[in-house]
């Protein structure tokens, strides 16, 4: 499709530049109405009317193409070139009169205020060289004549100016719509995505729920119903082959622990009831369920302002809580356990202590390997101390992030 010229506008809002140069426009068109009405004199024979409809067609036509929702810059070039070239050249060559430059500075200063790439081939040397030299028939002087060309050249410099300053107010505006367009576009995106992990995770557990729930149902009715056959059968062995019913409930104890232990996998894997717990209330029912479990003294404090972790970190400490513990009790025959948890600006720290046997440097055992292999994935590290009063220190600690 062939682009025609003056067919390209701008349909855009007038800012508040437009509303001032129009009324600087209008103010200047009544103004000189107002003042050759009264000073007719100066006209030298011309007219008042005829002189009023020239300044008024100067003023109401090229606005036709400059108005607010409208802009044509092409169209209102032309316009001003046709009605203030007339009047320039029929006051100065041919009537001579001395109007001075007033009638062309703000066409020149709207030139250059709707200059584009298309009407300043043409419109720089109308109305910054051709129309202005119409003067020189009218002039007092040359110096006069020279001094109105340079007002002319002022006022569409000043015109130019607050063109591109106009454009690229503009072009920043609308980058700023399309960023804001393309940030919003993202954020609903985002939203989406969200929603459909959400939904993709919870079809994933309930899969996971029924998948399981099947391997409960199985084993149970399968361990269950053994035992239930054996404990029946068992009491008709008891008075006829009691060496066999003997054998009998070994096999069925052995069966039950089976059968207990895989319905505790099932249980921990299906529904971990502590997960939303806070790190530090999950921690302290760890060493209260040990302690009164094993008869030991643990003694457990938080410190700092407790921030959400991830489960990977959560389970992290509760892993390491566990093994310390246990170690404490089980390696070093521990009566007395310290645990702190410290929330830290930038860390996370869990201090345990027992004044069981001492630690040898280099002996980490499978347990504390794993720990220190647990914090390492999470950039922490592991610390292990002997201090002076014969305690034992054990010292994890992670980074973390805090939203702020």
């Not at 700023?176 to 959400?198: D, G, H, M, P, R």
């Not at 645990?339 to 600006?345: D, G, H, S, V, Y």
């Not at 630690?359 to 292990?384: P, S």
Request: hydrophobic share 45%; with cysteine.
């Amino acid at each position: 499709m062939i682009e025609v010229p003056w067919m390209n506008t701008e349909k855009r809002s007038w800012l508040w530049i437009d509303w001032f140069i129009f009324s600087l426009r209008a103010s200047w068109y009544i103004i000189g109405v107002v003042y050759y009405f009264v000073n007719q004199a100066d006209l030298e024979g011309l007219p008042f009317s005829f002189f009023a409809l020239l300044v008024t067609a100067s003023f109401v036509v090229p606005n036709l193409f400059w108005r607010p929702g409208y802009i044509n810059r092409q169209l209102y070039a032309l316009s001003e070139l046709a009605v203030t070239g007339f009047f320039t050249v029929y006051t100065n060559i041919f009537l001579t009169l001395n109007f001075g430059s007033v009638f062309l500075l703000l066409p020149a200063f709207m030139i250059g205020y709707l200059a584009s790439r298309q009407t300043s081939a043409w419109t720089f040397p109308v109305f910054l060289l051709i129309l202005p030299g119409a003067r020189y028939w009218s002039a007092e002087s040359f110096t006069i004549f020279i001094v109105q060309y340079i007002d002319v050249f002022v006022f569409f410099a000043f015109g130019a100016c607050l063109n591109v300053i106009v454009r690229s107010h503009i072009k920043r505006e609308q980058l700023l719509e399309e960023n804001t367009a393309q940030s919003n576009f993202i954020q609903e995106q985002n939203k989406i995505l969200e929603q459909y992990a959400v939904k993709v995770e919870q079809l994933t557990l309930l899969e996971e729920r029924n998948r399981l729930a099947k391997e409960l149902h199985d084993s149970i009715g399968h361990h269950f119903t053994s035992i239930t056959v054996g404990l029946d059968a068992i009491r008709y062995m008891l008075e006829l082959e009691p060496e066999m019913a003997k054998t009998k409930v070994e096999g069925l104890a052995e069966l039950s622990r089976k059968g207990l232990d895989e319905i505790r996998k099932s249980i921990h894997s299906i529904a971990p009831s502590e997960e939303d717990m806070p790190l530090s209330s999950q921690l302290e029912q760890i060493a209260l369920e040990f302690a009164a479990h094993t008869g030991t003294f643990i003694q457990f404090q938080c410190f700092g302002e407790e921030c959400p972790v991830s489960q990977q970190t959560k389970l992290t400490f509760i892993r390491c809580m566990q093994e310390a513990i246990t170690n404490a009790k089980r390696h070093g025959h521990a009566t007395e356990i310290k645990a702190f948890l410290t929330f830290r600006t930038d860390s996370i720290e869990l201090v345990i202590e027992n004044n069981g046997h001492t630690f040898i440097a280099g002996d980490l055992g499978f347990g504390l390997n794993a720990m220190k292999d647990r914090l390492e994935q999470l950039q922490g590290r592991l610390e292990i101390t002997n201090n002076s009063t014969g305690q034992f220190s054990l010292i994890c600690t992670v980074p973390v992030r805090r939203n702020v």
